[in-house]
């Protein structure tokens, strides 16, 4: 059964400074991996897909990277603003299209 | 192009009591899942449709949960007796369904925020 952990559960960095935030997961039989972003009270916002055959992808100020082998994928947010705070949540999808997620790391950007 | 739908929004009902919420997702999209989301915890998956077809319900707790999609389109989740503990978000996804070396992927709704009193 693939379990997927994310640490911390909650991280506060002044502005400017740059994030890291950590997913790892139990089992490498991957086809993709996807980082979310939730807002309080709303839906999750996907920010990145990395596919299983792929090391990292970017947009923007987010890059993702993926180390299948290890188990983990981190996600780099460059000089953080206070609008980047939100819950971060990573997914791994595997066979039969079945997604676990992780529990979310909360961010905290403070001006 | 459209978003995931769900509707409604908010809805606050008394526990032993029914409620239902819709799903509608993006054209074209095959496989619809229904989350739920307890405060403070990532989504944990409900059911899983390829087209009209469950694929996984196997933490759908089958004695008050339902869910139906009928034609392959829209959604529906019903919870019946409602109990304290169902007090969640409920978030419907959406993605193409890959096949063999291809995944898509999720897109997700607002969610339809639970509170059984």
């Known amino acids: 059964k693939q379990e997927v952990t994310q640490i911390p559960a909650a991280l506060s960095v002044p502005e400017g400074e740059n994030l890291v935030l950590n997913c790892s997961f139990t089992d490498s039989a991957i086809y993709n991996l996807q980082w979310f972003r939730q807002d309080p009270g709303k839906g999750l916002t996907s920010l990145l897909l990395i596919q299983s055959s792929q090391r990292e992808q970017t947009s923007g100020r987010l890059n993702a990277s993926l180390d299948k082998s290890s188990g983990r994928s981190t996600l780099y947010i460059a000089a953080s603003q206070p609008g980047d705070s939100a819950t971060y949540l990573c997914?791994?999808?595997?066979?039969?299209?079945?997604?676990?997620f992780g529990g979310g790391t909360r961010v905290l950007v403070k001006p | 192009e459209a978003g995931v739908a769900q509707s409604p929004r908010y809805k606050i009902i008394e526990k032993r009591q029914s409620v239902a919420f819709w799903c509608n997702p993006i054209?074209?999209?095959?496989?619809l899942y229904w989350y739920q989301q307890i405060l403070g915890q990532g989504p944990k998956l409900l059911i899983q449709f390829q087209n009209n077809g469950v694929v996984d319900d196997s933490q759908l707790p089958k004695d008050r949960f339902s869910a139906e999609r009928l034609k392959g389109v829209d959604s529906t989740l019903k919870i019946q007796p409602a109990k304290l503990e169902d007090s969640a978000v409920y978030l419907c996804?959406?993605?193409?369904?890959?096949?063999?070396?291809?995944?898509?992927?999720?897109?997700f709704g607002e969610g339809s925020r639970l509170t059984v009193l």
């Open positions: 054209s074209g999209h095959a496989t």
């Open positions: 996804a959406s993605s193409l369904w890959g096949g063999s070396g291809v995944s898509g992927e999720l897109f």
């Open positions: 997914a791994v999808k595997a066979a039969g299209n079945k997604l676990t």
